[in-house]
Nanobody
């Protein structure tokens, strides 16, 4: 059983930055594509960014150029650096092991205007 634990959420003013972290337990992290998703109140969960096992990255149009996904396999950790935050980025952010289908519990990000 793999556990994913997100951290780094909080309240920030528009234009600010946050860095989310997601630590995975267990082995084989390095061969998993990892994804960041978010879900705002009353909306469906949406993909934010993906980083593959070979460090290829994909971003949603709404965050491209503002968010950066990265990973450190030595620490079993994937990061989401979020800059130039907007109120519409407010959501619960989740990380996921896309290969094995595991999800974290989520971390709240609130951007005030």
């Amino acid at each position: 059983q793999v556990q994913l634990v997100e951290s780094g959420g909080g309240v920030v003013q528009a234009g600010g930055s946050l860095r989310l972290s997601c630590v995975a337990s267990g082995s084989m992290f390095s061969i998993s594509a990892m994804g960041w998703y978010r879900q705002a109140p009353g909306k469906e969960r949406e993909l934010v960014a993906i980083i593959s096992s070979v460090y290829d990255t994909t971003y949603a149009d709404s965050v491209r150029g503002r968010f950066t996904v990265s990973r450190d396999n030595s620490k079993n950790t994937v990061y989401l650096q979020m800059n130039s935050l907007k109120p519409e980025d407010t959501a619960v952010y989740y990380c996921s092991d896309r290969r094995r289908g595991y999800w974290g519990q989520g971390t709240q990000v609130t951007v005030s205007s």
